[in-house]
């Protein structure tokens, strides 16, 4: 079969290798599209990994099952979660599922990026969901990256009526833009200094859209607010400056919900006299559990999500260098798919 190997973001290699065999317990998924996340663009993560085969949002039918697996036919229509807890440990118990052993050795081979992976047997058996026929492969690549806003949102606290600032509307921007309005936010305001984006905030809900470039952020946001900051502030940014921003942005007991990483051993400078005397929330999140996934094929396949317009772009296999390029200019695009 054919993978697509990273290297380093300048060299991504198209490359033969055998198509994997599978367990007993396991499954064979051909990959009709893989979402092209966020992380996938970090230099110092994929870098470190490097030479692989990225992609952990995949969808796609059903080639091969083991012959213990029960509930899956051949020709079946899923997603595939990369990770899946291990139920009972004591994180998991806390429902910290990301947190847990398990979860981070649970993993699809090789990779998304790849005519077919093999589903370990715990994936098969905690965390692949049949998708409706309704739902188009490309769109169903969104499961996992809502099943993740879904599970901060739920890390946030949001209380109704609430005044939301999200600062970075690419596609996790506009998931939570959807989220908030979900979650009973009463002003949903994003923030982007690309106008494109701003658009599609503005069609997704989004009350007031601010682009940085050209207007005080803090100015804007008191205008519209009855003179407050907002109750609850989300980078989706991985900028250390752009976080310290949002801590300056949120009003009295109120919440930051942190949604992208800094490279190790980066640092953000934090005023605790402020976050002590305002009692602000400092929340982060990483990933989603089993439960989120479902939560979010549900939003996705009933419309609660809108996610049809999210997919600007598809690139085939031996063009997912190209798609990383185009992704970290984050013009004008969305959710880049790469379809084997």
Known sequence: MRVARYYSRDEVRLEQMAIPDIGPDEMLVQVKACGLCGSDLMEW???????????????????????????????DRVFVHH??????????????????????????????????IRVPAINVERDVLHLPEGLGFNEATLIEPTACAIRGMDRAGLQKGDTVLIVGVGVSGLLFTQLSRLWGAGLVIASDPVEYRLQAASE????????????DLRAKLGEFNDGRSADLVIVTVGSASVMEEGLGLVGKGGTVLLYAPLAPGATLPVKVHDLLFSEITLVSTYSCGPDDTRA????????????????????????????IRLAVQADESLKIVIVP
Request: hydrophobic share 35%; glycine share 12%; aromatic share 10%.
């Open 204 to 215: 997704l809900g989004a009350d007031l859209t601010i682009n940085p470039r050209t207007d």
């Open 83 to 116: 990770h899946v807890p291990c139920f009972i440990c004591h994180y998991c118990l806390r429902g910290n599922y990301s947190s847990c052993r398990t979860f981070g050795a649970s993993r699809i081979y090789p990779g998304g990026f790849a005519e077919y």
């Open 45 to 75: 993560y994929a870098d470190s990994k490097a030479p692989t085969v990225l992609g952990h949002e995949p969808v796609g039918l059903v080639s091969r099952l083991g012959e213990d697996v029960k509930g899956f036919a051949l020709g």
């Open 296 to 323: 979010a094929l549900e939003f996705i396949s009933r419309e609660r999500v809108q996610t049809r317009g999210l997919v600007t772009h598809q690139f085939g296999l031996e063009q997912v260098g190209k798609a």
